[in-house]
């Protein structure tokens, strides 16, 4: 099969999307079916276009414009010569906006079957964007399959396309890369004291705020230590300044990006892994965690009310309520014996239910009914 998949963000670019997508069309490619990748290079001129094999995927990467108008028609040019050069089979959109919209365009516009992606943060926040809204409907309406990574995003997509084909395809997580092993010497650094973290790129919509009251609460009543494993967006830095400046005492460590196989070790070290999303899809660190065992406490948002029985797999409390938190943490760093088992039969739910071959297999089978399509 020949697939043209298209995606704004793709590594070495942080996130989840860039990194599913990467998941995704490496998967592919191992499985025998050629990818062209078509991303955002925003290190490139704009208009400039590179193609480049990474792990088998060809990976076509435009520069954008200073406006988006010109960056989508430029995107959408390509993806078209790209689909009639490789004589692709169909397009896959990552993300509603613009990914999405421009895959079901360019499908459309070439008489080829279409799929597009959502994530999570394109329906719980930019469908509320004046820019990119008319973009995700349009292309809902377009799309011949749409899926979605949870149940919650599978109603949403309902409200707006209650005719569109939508089906549940949730991340998957290699477990022989994420399991159990020796841990980073975090707590040699620190010394002694719980160690907490947060994995990924820490943010509002992740909960930081959260995150760092409830963090001053638990240090308040105990000696513990925070690991921020993946950075804070940019955007987002001031409120970790400005919360330092203010408990110049606690005990907050960033740790930068990251590289996949740098990661299990990071998980395998945390007392607890924190994950206190506002909103979110299904996060991968989530998948991470469990598959290393590890016992995490979130909130029951988007995938994550999908994946965590409280109390069997995971824990959970209310979005945004960092006494309850803070109250959770303590009560499981006196409870090693249920965070322990916990964290067991998480990983076994991770390997049950969320592997990357189910993932690559759900999309495989979406993929060969669209081909078969008259």
């Known amino acids: ?10 590594p070495p670019e942080v996130g989840g999307v860039a990194r599913s997508a990467q998941r ?7 499985a025998g079916h050629t990818v062209h990748l078509c991303t955002l290079g925003r290190d490139l001129p704009p208009g400039q276009v590179t193609t480049r094999e990474e792990a088998g995927v060809l990976v076509h990467r435009l520069g954008p414009h200073r406006h988006w108008r010109d960056t989508l028609t430029d995107w959408f040019e390509l993806a078209v010569r790209l689909g009639r050069e490789s004589e692709s089979d169909l397009y896959h959109g990552h993300f509603l906006a613009y990914a999405g919209f421009l895959a079901a365009f360019a499908a459309h516009y070439l008489g080829r079957p279409a799929l597009i992606s959502a994530r999570g943060n394109d329906m719980d926040r930019l469908l509320f964007d004046p820019a990119r809204g008319p973009y995700m409907l349009e292309a809902l309406r377009l799309a011949d399959v749409v899926a ?17 084909a939508v089906h549940h395809v949730p991340n998957g997580v290699d477990g022989e890369r994420f399991r159990p092993g020796p841990p980073a010497p975090l707590r040699e650094e620190v010394g002694p004291g719980a160690l907490l973290g947060f994995v990924g790129e820490a943010r509002l919509k992740k909960g930081l705020v959260v995150l760092l009251s409830a963090f001053a609460r638990v240090a ?3 000696p513990a230590h925070l690991f921020l494993v993946g950075g804070v967006r940019e955007k ?3 409120v ?11 005990s907050i460590h960033v740790v930068p990006y990251l590289e996949q196989d740098q990661l299990p070790a990071y998980y395998n070290a945390l007392d607890l892994v924190l994950l206190p999303s506002l909103r979110d899809g299904l996060p991968n660190a989530l998948l991470e965690a469990m598959a290393c065992g ?7 948002v988007g995938g994550i009310a999908d994946v965590i029985e409280e109390g069997v797999t995971g824990f959970l409390v209310p979005p945004g309520d960092d006494e309850a938190l803070a109250q959770r943490i303590l009560a499981l760093l006196d409870a090693p014996e249920q965070r322990a088992a916990v964290g067991e039969a998480a990983r076994r739910q991770v390997l049950r239910r969320y592997t990357t071959r189910r993932e690559l297999e759900s999309y495989l ?8 399509r008259p």
């Open 365 to 372: 089978r979406l993929y060969e009914e669209l081909v078969a």
């Open 24 to 30: 995704l069309a490496q998967g592919l490619v191992e």
């Open 148 to 164: 979605v990574v949870s149940h919650d995003l599978a109603r949403k997509v309902r409200v707006f396309a209650p005719q569109a």
């Open 220 to 222: 308040a009543r105990r």
């Open 1 to 10: 099969m020949n697939l043209c998949l298209l995606s704004e963000t793709y």
């Open 236 to 238: 987002d830095r001031p």
């Open 294 to 300: 590890r016992p995490v406490v979130a909130t029951p």
């Open 240 to 250: 970790l300044d400005l919360f330092r400046r203010r408990h110049p005492h606690l």
